[in-house]
């Protein structure tokens, strides 16, 4: 189980209390997961959170089985991470910031990663790649990514399991990026639609009612493209429209709220909530094909047996 140390969270705390506060929130996050699992336990902390090193250090001591890391190149987190017991797994957006990762950590801490995300420009929310890149014609498949990495992360003495993500929905898909050398998929998008999903149903909902034409790339006040679901708060945006803020904790180093048109932690923690009045839902690109909600088990079982009839063809 994955518990999150993402910036929905922080529209909860304030001032002085911001740090401890958010320790507090991931401490019982990951204290939530091992409650309802005996599997293994992992966080996944953005790189461009201000408080990173801190949400590291709380993760460790908590005993976390594994950290995820990405918007951003993790490259200080092995430095982090005194315990080898804890795996380590950078998100990445290309088979060249593997290799810097790698380098750097081989240097600087004689570590590689345990395992490695490559994630595609077809993902939801935040993306590793500049605007330029998202064009219709510059945008780089999921399958010449995983490639390269995949080429990349058998070059050390140590190959690396590699994690296929981005517009990944059904088993066909699973099946292909197996066979491309991935290791594993990473999913989100689906699993949004399941009975387990915490978020509201009007989150929910927006997925169900997403056509094709509703999926649309904007920029986010963090300085990257954002995958959303296109509704009247997003179209307050396209108009050139602000949600004036008043900034109380900083939450990103890469967000400046002097000019930001709108709070992108407020508007996360909104959308969860269901306030989409206030916010709007991140999904990735075949988010339209979501029909119904469905148990995480139902979803895992026919999952598996659709790669299964795909990969043995």
């Not at 990663?113 to 780089?140: I, K, N, R, W, Y």
């Not at 990495?149 to 690396?160: D, F, G, L, Q, W």
């Not at 890469?254 to 989409?276: Q, R, V, W, Y």
């Amino acid at each position: 189980m994955i518990a999150s140390a993402g910036i929905a969270h922080y529209e909860l705390y304030s001032g002085k209390h911001f740090v401890e506060m958010n320790d507090l929130a991931l401490k019982e996050e990951i204290q939530k997961a091992r409650s309802l699992s005996s599997g293994v336990i992992g966080v996944n902390i953005m790189v461009a959170l201000s408080n990173y090193a801190n949400l590291v250090k709380v993760a460790v001591e908590n005993k976390v089985s594994m950290i995820v890391s990405g918007a951003g190149l993790p490259l200080e987190l092995p430095g982090l991470v005194q315990d080898a017991q804890v795996k380590l797994v950078p998100i990445v957006s290309s088979a060249r910031a593997l290799r810097i990762i790698c380098t750097k950590w081989l240097r600087a801490h004689n570590r590689l990663p345990d395992a490695v995300v490559v994630e595609g420009p077809q993902a939801g929310g935040h993306l590793g790649f500049s605007h330029a890149e998202m064009g219709a014609e510059t945008q780089p498949s999921l399958e010449k990514l995983v490639a390269e990495t995949v080429a990349v992360a058998n070059s050390y003495e140590r190959p690396m399991p590699v994690i296929a993500a981005g517009g990944i929905y059904d088993g066909a898909d699973i099946s292909r990026f197996l066979k491309l050398g991935a290791s594993g998929v990473q999913m989100a998008t689906r699993f949004v639609c399941t009975e387990e999903c915490d978020v509201d149903d009007a989150f929910k909902n927006a997925y169900l009612q997403a056509k094709e034409e509703d999926v649309m790339v904007i920029h986010s006040p963090v300085g990257m493209p954002a995958r959303v679901i296109r509704n009247a708060f997003v179209e307050r945006i396209l108009r050139g429209e602000t949600v004036p803020f008043k900034c109380e904790y900083r939450c990103l180093r890469s967000c400046d709220p002097k000019t930001a048109p709108f709070c992108i932690a407020k508007a996360l923690a909104n959308a969860a909530a269901g306030k989409l009045e206030d916010a709007f839902a991140f999904a990735g690109s075949k988010v339209r094909r979501c029909a119904e909600i469905v148990s995480v088990k139902k979803l895992v079982s026919q999952l598996v047996a659709e790669a299964s009839a795909c990969y043995d063809a």
